[in-house]
Antibody
Framework: QEQLVESGGGVVQPGRSLRLSCVAS????????MHWVRQAPGKGLEWVAI????????LYADSVKGRFTISRDNSKNTVYLQMSSLRAEDTAIYSC???????????WGQGTTVTVSS | DIQMTQSPSSLSASVGDRVTITCRAS??????LAWYQQKPGKAPKRLIY???NLQSGVPSRFSGSGSGTEFTLTISSLQPEDFATYYC?????????FGQGTKVEIK
């Protein structure tokens, strides 16, 4: 069964850092691009970042560019999101998702909650 | 950036009703659009890909149409399990963008 499981969320003070992890199982992780998407409390979905299947390229939403870094370790079937200089507006549920060729995101994790508060 | 304008933001409907949700792109995106259903506390579930292709396992009462800038998700006969929030996603160019969501509630 294809599955994504996130971890690493928590409560963090503004300006601090946090690293999220997403472990994949049930499919050949190294052949898929991976994304992070977030959802602030009571709000809609916001795309955050993508990393190519081989890690060769990354792209970010303007709202996180320069503060967040997406990376992956294909030997561990894991994608990461390093978040720094966190702000209150980064408070959200962060989910990883698999990109299926040219057809958008087809497999999603349940998400991990990040709360930025003093 | 491509803006996705989704309407309505919410609607009330009864079981058996036909429901239509629209997403309009600020520029042409070919058919690079997917539709998702999200229930509270759950991950989004893809219903439609490439604008009009039904995801395997999704009931046939769901359908998608459109190309370019105008897209529609239709539920032909609303069922109790369909009450949820629906989102479109354009994946034509980065940054990918979602519609604002449509909450379908029970009348």
């Amino acid at each position: 069964q294809e599955q994504l499981v996130e971890s690493g969320g928590g409560v963090v003070q503004p300006g601090r850092s946090l690293r999220l992890s997403c472990v994949a199982s049930g499919f050949t992780f190294s052949t898929f691009g991976m994304h992070w998407v977030r959802q602030a409390p009571g709000k809609g979905l916001e795309w955050v970042a993508i990393i190519w299947y081989d890690g060769s390229k990354t792209l970010y939403a303007d709202s996180v560019k320069g503060r967040f870094t997406i990376s992956r370790d294909n030997s561990k079937n894991t994608v990461y999101l390093q978040m720094s200089s966190l702000r209150a507006e980064d408070t959200a549920i962060y989910s990883c998702a698999r990109e299926n060729s040219k057809y958008g995101l087809d497999v999603w994790g349940q998400g991990t909650t990040v709360t930025v508060s003093s | 950036d491509i803006q996705m304008t989704q309407s309505p933001s919410s609607l009330s409907a009864s079981v058996g009703d036909r429901v239509t949700i629209t997403c309009r792109a600020s520029q042409g995106i070919r058919n690079d659009l997917a539709w998702y259903q999200q229930k509270p506390g759950k991950a989004p579930k893809r219903l439609i890909y490439a604008a009009s292709n039904l995801q395997s396992g999704v009931p046939s009462r769901f359908s998608g149409s459109g190309s370019g800038t105008e897209f529609t998700l239709t539920i032909s006969s609303l069922q109790p399990e369909d009450f949820a929030t629906y989102y479109c996603l354009q994946h034509n160019s980065f940054p990918w963008t979602f519609g604002q969501g449509t909450k379908v509630e029970i009348k």
